[in-house]
């Protein structure tokens, strides 16, 4: 008995393992395996040289500063006094109020279309949606210059007023016994220029949670109506969780576009070179801004200051970029595996 049994062992691992299927890949498959290869390669030396460029350029100016380049807020770069303390806080307060406003549109938006819209109506939606991301930024821009600033004053004026007490909403001069003569303090603000940037980042956010949203498994959905649920109860407990990654991901490259705006904050802010916190209050910057506002007339010196602004721009927005790229590509690798 154990000597068949050693014999049946002998001829288990003698038995030769399966072979796996294999297709041998032929010119055209190699063809464009090469292709795809020297298209990532090209892509990541271009960033790799955009980098390497601003670096070279923004050597001198860097030199000249060290870290003070980062801590100080003036803006005179003839007389070695220049730093993007002031410029760099005006971005991340312009995109953290374009962020704030954008991501409940954006959220509430996917879920209609991914969930509630009917079909004939969901597809012209998302084509309105994709519209609104190819809207030139100039467009937005002149459209919060010349008619959302004015209508804008009567929503600031009542924050300030009644909100006053916390810091942000802060107002230096306004006059609550004249409102007329107080309109001025509250345009060219950072709370205009983030709701104009809002408007242009929330159709990418709504983009990148719509599709995650429409993976969330179909036996989940069905079963939570099986259960009783209502539809509210079945975005509640099977698409809100299940896009959760995607809500964080859309969220972190609308940032990523937010701090990167060019255009649009340039024709609406009025450019101060101070901290200011007070979003309600006329007066802030970008870095983006004092690039374009200065590119023109600069020195020599002073487009090596400006290159260097860009280089602090260029990583604080491939770091959101690259993060926000990561946590999409895991949420949809999470929806194929339970697929």
């Not at 107080?182 to 809002?198: K, N, Q």
């Amino acid at each position: 008995m154990a000597s068949a049994h050693v014999e049946s062992d002998r001829s288990d691992s003698d038995r030769p393992a399966p072979r796996r299927p294999y297709a041998a890949r032929g010119l055209g498959d190699r063809i464009f395996r090469y292709q795809l290869t020297a298209s990532g390669v090209v892509v990541l030396a271009i960033m790799a040289g955009v980098g390497l460029f601003l670096l070279l350029r923004a050597g001198q100016a860097l030199k000249a500063t060290g870290f003070s380049f980062l801590t100080t807020a003036e803006w005179q770069p003839d007389v070695h006094r220049f730093g993007i303390a002031a410029v760099l806080t005006g971005t991340l307060l312009i995109a953290a109020v374009a962020v704030t406003l954008s991501v409940p549109l954006a959220v509430g938006t996917a879920l209609f279309i991914s969930d509630v819209a009917p079909r004939k109506l969901r597809r012209t939606l998302v084509t309105m949606v994709d519209l609104m991301a190819a809207v030139p930024s100039v467009v937005y821009g002149l459209w919060g210059l010349f008619f959302l600033q004015q209508h804008v004053i009567g929503l600031s004026r009542w924050l300030s007023t009644w909100f006053g007490w916390i810091p942000l909403f802060t107002v230096d001069g306004a006059q609550p016994g004249e409102p007329l003569a107080s309109d001025s303090v509250y345009t060219a603000s950072t709370f205009v220029a983030g709701i104009v940037v809002a408007l242009m980042v929330a159709p990418i956010q709504c983009s990148v949670m719509r599709e995650v949203f429409a993976q969330a498994p179909a036996g989940e959905r069905e079963g939570a109506y099986a259960l009783g649920a209502t539809r509210w109860g079945m975005i509640r407990s099977v698409v809100l969780p299940y896009g959760k990654a995607g809500i964080i991901g859309g969220t972190m490259l609308g940032l990523g576009r937010a701090l990167g705006e060019t255009i649009a904050v340039y024709l609406i802010i009025s450019p101060v070179f101070t901290i200011q916190p007070h979003i309600l209050q006329t007066g802030s910057n970008s870095v983006s801004s004092l690039i374009a506002l200065h590119y023109g007339d600069a020195s020599t010196f002073g487009m090596s200051a400006l290159m260097a602004a860009g280089l602090a721009l260029f990583l604080l927005t491939l770091a959101v970029n690259f993060t926000a790229s990561s946590v999409v590509a895991r949420s949809r690798s999470g929806a194929q595996s339970e697929a």
